[in-house]
């Protein structure tokens, strides 16, 4: 009891308003303090943004063509004669590992994720789910090593081409790698659809995958696009694992056997052996802000989409 | 009257349709995990022998094409720790911010977004932000503190989302229980919410700690360095990591032995997942033992 009355003065004899005391002000700073942390997510996405700006600042407004970057297939930073900075090889590059992935992420997450979600339970679900969760945790580094030391010599000796780093070999690395992810998120927007839609369609007479058929994947399919678009962003974005497996040869690829280079490898591989503020750095910074302004919209649509399953 | 029950044609066909997609389902599921446990076994097949004692501390001799791999290891605790200094008193406040004052407005909504975001930048658009900021701007160099301060950034969404949920895990009503005893908000957090939600955010903590320990690209360029041939003696020097290394010997080294750089990743795969695990179980511990 004394021990209360300590603690909280204004309780007792002090008949001024509880604004005086000290509580009242570590209540206060601690209410600012907290204020703090929760801005700072805010503070460090515009950081980002500013700082990735003004490093490439330069190229924007001296060296950038709008036309080259975009259209050109020539990333020649280092020329001689003359420098060339076309992106447009690179995004193919980005595009066609991160299309094949999806390819192979897609179907396998959303039918695992069923398959835990309505099927599984118990124990085997309970297993399922921490097999997942262990593969998310993975790192991108180690897909990479995957793909150099089991999967090149594979494919190498499975379809006989000279050279097993290519698109089909990032392709399947980073459609492993993104799987678990969006198993997990589809998973939860499978979960997220109400049990009495299940036990309507289930007093109909509708059998088990009648119902995840016709009741539950209309109603979770917000909920399974948004997990697809975090995948997507997910293989946009993957830097190790895809420097590692694409080859990294400048290519507009015609066959999954081609060698490819990724705008985010690009990065990784050049940024060492630039001089700091020299066009081509620049220009790799310029490479930057476009990758962090479609990852930015690819991350927005799919809260944008999965916020909607909630609201709705 | 028994026959009216009886399953008809019809309901045999449904039947039959639903046991051939429960296989089907069951079998995606398995053919996404059985590759992956393929390969992890292949890992640990090939680089179990490298790993021993001498391995794990001492340096790398020979330009790093024998010897250990002590430097990176210690690195990469070295770059953990400094990244976690860092990040859990922010990740934390940010949490107790969103859970126990943000009022729903557009403003807390934008800083949802933001941490969905700095989840889903790509990594090596954090290195980027790492060199213009820390190396450069803060003047920092490449250093493990600019390195781990990059990393601290790019892992803050594990601390905040694990945290947010064990504190809104805490019933409501031992809130007001508190509040109606005379505590202030910060009382009531102090005394009640945290200590109810500690287990839950350790979870979150050991996850990052987890993150932080595989990621290369943020600190290739921040302060991670392919070789030293001492180890660091501030947070201002260089040092080497167990990511980057992996990169490094299996990509940059010639005559590289073949089962050095598997010996190299079953080292940096066992770290991830025994934390990964150690985090599974606490939840689960945590799962089992709670009274409300």
Request: charged letters at 15%; hydrophobic letters at 55%.
């Amino acid at each position: 009891m004394s021990q209360i009355i300590e603690e909280t003065p204004a309780a007792g004899m002090d008949t001024d308003f509880d604004r005086l005391t000290k509580d009242w002000y570590i209540d206060k700073a601690a209410q600012a303090l907290m204020f703090i942390g929760g801005i700072s997510a805010v503070i460090f996405i515009i950081g980002i943004f500013v700082f990735i700006s003004k490093e490439g600042f330069g190229f924007l407004f001296d060296g950038f063509n709008f036309k080259e970057f975009f259209f050109s297939p020539n990333w020649r930073p280092t020329s001689e004669t003359r420098e060339t900075y076309g992106i447009l090889a690179l995004v193919a590059g980005t595009a066609s590992v991160t299309g094949l992935a999806m390819l192979v992420a897609i179907p396998f997450s959303v039918g695992a994720a069923i398959f835990i979600a309505e099927f599984a339970s118990g124990k085997t679900r309970e297993i399922l789910k921490i097999t997942v969760e262990l593969l998310a945790a993975i790192p991108s580094v180690v897909w990479g090593f995957i793909g150099l030391a089991i999967m090149n010599p594979l494919i190498i000796k499975i379809f006989h081409v000279p050279v097993g780093l290519n698109v089909l070999n990032a392709g399947i690395i980073l459609g492993l790698m993104a799987a678990p992810i969006m198993t997990s998120i589809a998973e939860d927007a499978l979960k997220a659809v109400p049990d009495r839609y299940r036990e309507a369609a289930e007093a109909m007479g509708a059998t088990r995958w009648q119902v995840i058929y016709k009741v539950v994947l209309p109603a979770a399919k917000n909920g399974l696009l948004g997990a697809v678009l975090l995948g997507v962003g997910r293989g946009f974005g993957e830097t190790m694992a895809v420097l590692m497996a694409t080859g990294h040869s400048i290519n507009i690829p015609t066959s999954v056997f081609d060698s490819v280079r990724a705008l985010t490898a690009t990065i990784a591989a050049e940024l060492g052996e630039t001089a700091v503020g020299s066009m081509h750095y620049q220009a790799l910074f310029t490479i930057g802000i476009f990758l962090f302004i479609i990852t930015f919209f690819i991350n927005l649509a799919a809260d944008l989409i999965v916020r909607g399953v909630r609201k709705g | 009257m028994s026959e009216m029950f009886a399953a008809n044609r019809l309901n045999e066909r449904n039947a039959r349709v639903q046991k051939l997609y429960q296989l089907l389902l069951g079998g995606m599921t398995v053919m996404l995990m059985l590759p992956v446990i393929a390969i992890l076994s292949m890992l640990i097949y090939k680089g179990g022998p490298v790993i021993s004692f001498e391995f794990l501390f001492t340096n790398p001799t020979n330009g790093m094409t024998a010897g250990g791999i002590f430097p990176a290891l210690l690195g990469t605790m070295l770059l953990v720790m400094v990244a976690l200094v860092a990040s859990v008193p922010l990740g934390i406040a940010a949490a107790i911010y969103l859970s126990e004052y943000a009022p729903e407005n557009w403003f807390t909504r934008a800083i949802n977004l933001a941490i969905i975001n700095l989840a889903g930048v790509p990594s090596i658009v954090h290195a980027l932000f790492g060199v213009g900021a820390f190396v450069l701007f803060f003047r920092f160099g490449t250093s493990i503190l600019a390195a781990s301060l990059t990393l601290a950034i790019m892992t803050l969404p594990v601390v905040i989302v694990a945290t947010r949920e064990s504190l809104q895990a805490v019933p409501h009503a031992f809130r007001e229980a508190c509040w109606n005893m005379g505590a202030t908000r910060w009382q009531t957090i102090r005394r009640i919410v945290l200590p109810n939600a500690i287990t839950g955010i350790l979870t979150g903590v050991i996850l990052e700690v987890s993150r932080t320990a595989g990621e290369t690209a943020p600190i290739m360029f921040t302060g991670a360095a392919f070789f030293l041939p001492l180890l660091p003696q501030s947070v201002f020097d260089q040092t080497m990591a167990m990511s980057l290394h992996l990169f490094v010997v299996s990509t940059q080294v010639p005559n590289m032995p073949e089962a050095l750089p598997f010996g190299v990743a079953l080292v940096l795969i066992s770290m991830v997942l025994i934390m990964n695990s150690l985090s599974i179980a606490l939840r689960m511990y945590l799962r089992g033992k709670k009274k409300w």
